[in-house]
């Protein structure tokens, strides 16, 4: 209902509401602890890595004695076990996969949703989660996102084009080529990432420069390809303008770094966290990516889940009382530095290279390359859906793998599956859902949630 009413709405109204659901939004981040927090962690900067170490074995200890008494799913998943006294000791606690949270999700939260900030994550692995997060916890989070922002000058309300998987957009938007919501209050214009293809660049690229913004944060890859376009087309974007872009959601390549940073004449700033409430990896001033000890725990293990420097990331997450995650194999790989020490003055550990988040897409002659962000988030609002995979081997057709849970898994989830893909893909695409018993990995073990076999006739 809500939908149908916006989708009416003149344009002018469609920006208020936008800027309505902000200060709600904003309301349960900004509030309550959110500035004691923030304070804390400036007051922190130049800590060392002992006291870091402290900090952290404070808040692991404290957070496994208050999961233990709250989290009905953690008190029998440890009830014959021996609660470490240490972080030295954590392996002593199981590994918890994303289909063990999956299926005791309702028994892994310690509130009810109404008393929450309810997350709906796809997840780049084709598993969908909902997880809720305290009020304390949320505004905890955005106090060491802005902390880390506040390094480069951002503050809310500065100029922000936003990149990312929000579908505002009506057919009245794109017949008048507008690709684009305004929150004017907080200065933040959001601009669709399903119609970023070769017919409409022009008219996102034109806006950026006319909207003229600090900051953009989003998608690395649809960012990309403004600037990529903005290159081929020999349109120079202003200098001095663009203060950082903040990526999310995908992996940095080097080539992304280089085209946006040459071409907005600006540097990309790095992070790493996730939708279900993984600890921060921040890039500091010098380049570097630093674990960030106080949100949480850092492991990387082999395969016999022995600590090693380039490994999969399990992460033990203090944010995250609602939905707690502790030993959580998150689906990530990272590679550890050899006890590099930073000039910025950050104490916290150095990471030499974030592998996870595959930057893969498909791509619709109707609506151009749908990233990995927007893949994930098709599972938004859907349920019975354990895995999937897309697989392209033709331009105009896509094949969409699915195992699910048969007893959730109903005709209202189907429609709203495929609605979620056409918003992403357009009506002329031919989409073949297949409903499968596994879907295999790769040779190297790893699972491709995208098996794009056209990328040779889009070169």
């Given at each position: 209902?809500?939908?149908?009413?916006?989708?009416?709405?003149?344009?002018?109204?469609?920006?208020?509401?936008?800027?309505?659901?902000?200060?709600?939004?904003?309301?349960?981040?900004?509030?309550?602890?959110?500035?004691?927090?923030?304070?804390?962690?400036?007051?922190?900067?130049?800590?060392?890595?002992?006291?870091?170490?402290?900090?952290?074995?404070?808040?692991?200890?404290?957070?496994?004695?208050?999961?233990?008494?709250?989290?009905?799913?953690?008190?029998?998943?440890?009830?014959?076990?021996?609660?470490?006294?240490?972080?030295?000791?954590?392996?002593?606690?199981?590994?918890?996969?994303?289909?063990?949270?999956?299926?005791?999700?309702?028994?892994?939260?310690?509130?009810?949703?109404?008393?929450?900030?309810?997350?709906?994550?796809?997840?780049?692995?084709?598993?969908?989660?909902?997880?809720?997060?305290?009020?304390?916890?949320?505004?905890?989070?955005?106090?060491?996102?802005?902390?880390?922002?506040?390094?480069?000058?951002?503050?809310?309300?500065?100029?922000?084009?936003?990149?990312?998987?929000?579908?505002?957009?009506?057919?009245?938007?794109?017949?008048?080529?507008?690709?684009?919501?305004?929150?004017?209050?907080?200065?933040?214009?959001?601009?669709?990432?399903?119609?970023?293809?070769?017919?409409?660049?022009?008219?996102?690229?034109?806006?950026?420069?006319?909207?003229?913004?600090?900051?953009?944060?989003?998608?690395?890859?649809?960012?990309?390809?403004?600037?990529?376009?903005?290159?081929?087309?020999?349109?120079?974007?202003?200098?001095?303008?663009?203060?950082?872009?903040?990526?999310?959601?995908?992996?940095?390549?080097?080539?992304?770094?280089?085209?946006?940073?040459?071409?907005?004449?600006?540097?990309?700033?790095?992070?790493?966290?996730?939708?279900?409430?993984?600890?921060?990896?921040?890039?500091?001033?010098?380049?570097?990516?630093?674990?960030?000890?106080?949100?949480?725990?850092?492991?990387?293990?082999?395969?016999?889940?022995?600590?090693?420097?380039?490994?999969?990331?399990?992460?033990?997450?203090?944010?995250?009382?609602?939905?707690?995650?502790?030993?959580?194999?998150?689906?990530?790989?990272?590679?550890?530095?050899?006890?590099?020490?930073?000039?910025?003055?950050?104490?916290?550990?150095?990471?030499?290279?974030?592998?996870g988040r595959i930057d893969d897409y498909i791509f619709s002659p109707e609506t151009g390359k749908i990233n990995l962000g927007n893949i994930s988030n098709t599972l938004k609002d859907v349920?019975?859906?354990?895995?999937?995979?897309?697989?392209?081997?033709?331009?105009?057709?896509?094949?969409?793998?699915?195992?699910?849970?048969?007893?959730?898994?109903?005709?209202?989830?189907?429609?709203?599956?495929?609605?979620?893909?056409?918003?992403?893909?357009?009506?002329?695409?031919?989409?073949?859902?297949?409903?499968?018993?596994?879907?295999?990995?790769?040779?190297?073990?790893?699972?491709?949630?995208?098996?794009?076999?056209?990328?040779?006739?889009?070169?």
């Open positions: 209902m809500k939908e149908k009413i916006y989708k009416i709405l003149p344009n002018f109204f469609q920006n208020l509401l936008v800027s309505l659901y902000n200060i709600i939004s904003y309301r349960n981040r900004y509030g309550g602890n959110y500035k004691k927090y923030k304070t804390q962690f400036f007051l922190n900067k130049n800590l060392s890595l002992k006291e870091l170490k402290t900090i952290q074995e404070q808040e692991f200890l404290s957070f496994v004695e208050y999961v233990v008494k709250h989290s009905k799913f953690y008190k029998k998943l440890y009830r014959n076990l021996s609660l470490p006294n240490n972080i030295s000791e954590i392996d002593k606690l199981p590994i918890l996969t994303k289909e063990d949270l999956r299926k005791n999700i309702n028994e892994v939260y310690t509130l009810p949703k109404s008393k929450g900030i309810i997350s709906k994550t796809g997840g780049t692995t084709g598993k969908s989660l909902e997880v809720i997060f305290t009020k304390d916890d949320m505004q905890k989070r955005f106090a060491l996102l802005d902390y880390f922002r506040e390094w480069y000058g951002y503050k809310l309300g500065k100029k922000t084009a936003w990149f990312s998987g929000k579908a505002l957009l009506t057919e009245r938007d794109i017949k008048k080529n507008r690709f684009w919501k305004t929150d004017y209050l907080y200065n933040v214009r959001y601009y669709s990432t399903f119609h970023i293809n070769d017919k409409f660049l022009i008219h996102y690229l034109n806006n950026l420069i006319k909207f003229k913004p600090e900051y953009l944060v989003g998608f690395p890859s649809s960012i990309m390809e403004i600037a990529k376009y903005g290159i081929e087309n020999n349109i120079k974007f202003p200098k001095n303008t663009i203060k950082a872009i903040f990526p999310t959601a995908e992996t940095v390549t080097p080539e992304i770094r280089k085209v946006l940073s040459e071409y907005f004449h600006t540097r990309v700033v790095d992070q790493y966290a996730s939708s279900e409430g993984a600890p921060f990896i921040f890039e500091c001033p010098q380049g570097n990516l630093h674990l960030e000890l106080q949100s949480g725990i850092f492991e990387v293990l082999d395969e016999k889940n022995n600590p090693a420097k380039e490994g999969r990331l399990v992460i033990t997450s203090f944010t995250t009382h609602g939905t707690p995650l502790i030993r959580y194999d998150i689906g990530d790989r990272i590679i550890l530095s050899d006890n590099k020490q930073c000039s910025c003055g950050n104490k916290n550990p150095v990471v030499e290279k974030i592998l349920y019975g859906i354990k895995k999937f995979q897309i697989i392209q081997n033709e331009l105009n057709k896509i094949i969409i793998k699915i195992i699910v849970d048969k007893d959730i898994f109903d005709k209202k989830n189907k429609n709203k599956f495929i609605k979620n893909w056409r918003d992403r893909v357009g009506n002329k695409m031919k989409i073949e859902l297949m409903e499968v018993e596994n879907i295999e990995v790769e040779k190297s073990g790893k699972y491709r949630i995208v098996k794009n076999n056209i990328k040779h006739l889009l070169t």
